[in-house]
């Protein structure tokens, strides 16, 4: 294969030089303990620190606002169970606010809290994927502890009315916690203007490593610690620090947002490119809007295909991408995302999803439009659904 184009990059991003640099000297001789008081130690410690300042600055938070965690899933954990659990003891407050389109790692927390008594409602999306900030008011309870709602979506990419649910939750003095991993890097984020309580990002979605993620706690906001131990993370998450990763969280941030406004205008351009382009072949429909996108998604349903044997064609053809159906997790159940924007079976299972990087070409969309359209009419010409549908079904089809 002579050509890859990595078009996967809200499953996971490539670490980008300047970050991998960064991290190195702290896997190598920079190797103190940062709780040591020893110079080495100094130094972790005030590296640490520096990275802190960077992510804070990054959505104008203070450095103290900052904790870093293992994950985005550990962050969303953490927000949800941490606040639920300590209002359940302390304020009697056990029901909890989200959407039925969150990532896993929010809807499964709310699962796992059903079970330990808490109340969760979850609210619906429209059909381009939006979450209306009334249906979120009209849920909250005396006795709703918390709101949580992704800042955008990782399947369709729409970014949600953060600010407007904020004032609302503020207003009705419910904590409001956002995932904000997809949307890191893509958006803007202010957590004062946006009244933001909590908010989870990981480093591996915006080209830093794996295995590192941080959660923003506004000063006033307690939460039951995540791991008791030493006095790491104030206490709250204890762990001698993943330093290096810690530091190359601290640089993706920085480098996501330089040159941002640049940056978001190329690859939205690109990411038109893309969709526009791949909405050309008959029968497809664009999953979530056009307006409030994220620059880096596209998500397209082809009619009277499968997901996974697109996806294993265009692998061959040296593209990687990722499809609407949940096979690869082992369960035949379609993307609950696309079910919640009324996509019937069917049409989810011939999804694609594409996720740009900051560091994906012209060259690779340009690539990529010439694969997926012959993938699709080959896959389609085996087809025993698209052989079903009659020529005029096909063209007059409004999937
Ligand atoms: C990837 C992702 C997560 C999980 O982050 P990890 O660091 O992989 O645990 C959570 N929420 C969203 C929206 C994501 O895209």
């Given at each position: 294969m002579d050509r890859f184009v990595y078009l996967d990059n809200s499953a996971t991003t490539k670490i980008s030089d300047r970050v991998f640099k960064a991290m190195v000297p702290y896997l190598t001789e920079h190797y103190g303990n940062p709780s040591s008081i020893y110079s080495i130690g100094r130094e972790a410690r005030s590296a640490i620190e520096e990275a802190r300042g960077k992510v804070a600055a990054a959505f104008n938070?203070?450095?103290?606002?900052i904790y870093f965690t293992g994950c985005g899933s550990e962050s969303d954990n953490w927000a949800i169970k941490g606040a639920a659990r300590r209002l359940a003891r302390m304020q009697g407050k056990k029901h909890i606010i989200t959407t039925v389109f969150e990532h896993h790692a929010v809807l499964h927390t709310c699962k796992a809290l059903e079970k330990e008594g808490f109340e969760v409602t979850y609210v619906p999306v429209d059909k381009l994927g939006f979450v209306n900030p009334a249906d979120i008011e009209a849920a909250i309870r005396p006795d709703t502890a918390i709101v949580s709602v992704m800042?955008?979506?990782?399947?369709?990419g729409a970014i949600q009315p953060i600010a407007e649910i904020g004032k609302i939750c503020r207003a009705h003095k419910v904590l409001f916690h956002t995932d904000a991993v997809q949307a890191v890097g893509n958006v803007r984020i202010d957590v004062q203007e946006q009244n933001i309580d909590l908010l989870s990002l990981s480093a591996h979605k915006i080209h830093g490593p794996k295995g590192v993620g941080a959660l923003y706690v506004r000063r006033g906001v307690y939460l039951d610690n995540f791991i008791d131990g030493g006095a790491q993370e104030s206490g709250k998450?204890?762990?001698?620090?993943?330093l290096a990763s810690i530091v190359g969280l601290g640089e993706a941030i920085a480098e996501t947002y330089e040159n941002f406004d640049q940056k978001v205008a190329k690859m939205t351009a690109l990411r038109n490119k893309l969709m526009d382009g791949l909405l050309q072949i008959p029968c497809t429909r664009l999953n979530g809007?056009?307006?409030?996108?994220?620059?880096t998604n596209v998500n397209i349903s082809f009619g009277g295909i499968e997901g996974e044997g697109l996806l294993l064609l265009l692998d061959m053809n040296g593209v990687a991408g990722s499809s609407g159906s949940a096979c690869t997790s082992g369960s035949l159940d379609p993307s609950h995302v696309l079910l919640s924007i009324g996509l019937e079976h069917g049409i989810a299972h011939g999804s694609l999803r594409l996720s740009l990087g900051a560091d994906t070409t012209e060259e690779d969309i340009d690539y990529t439009l010439s694969v997926v359209p012959r993938v699709v009419e080959r896959l389609r010409a085996m087809s025993p659904v698209w052989q079903e549908w009659s020529d005029d079904e096909r063209a007059g089809k409004n999937l």
């Open positions: 938070a203070r450095p103290e606002e800042y955008a979506n990782n399947e369709i998450r204890a762990g001698t620090e993943n809007g056009r307006e409030n996108r994220l620059c």
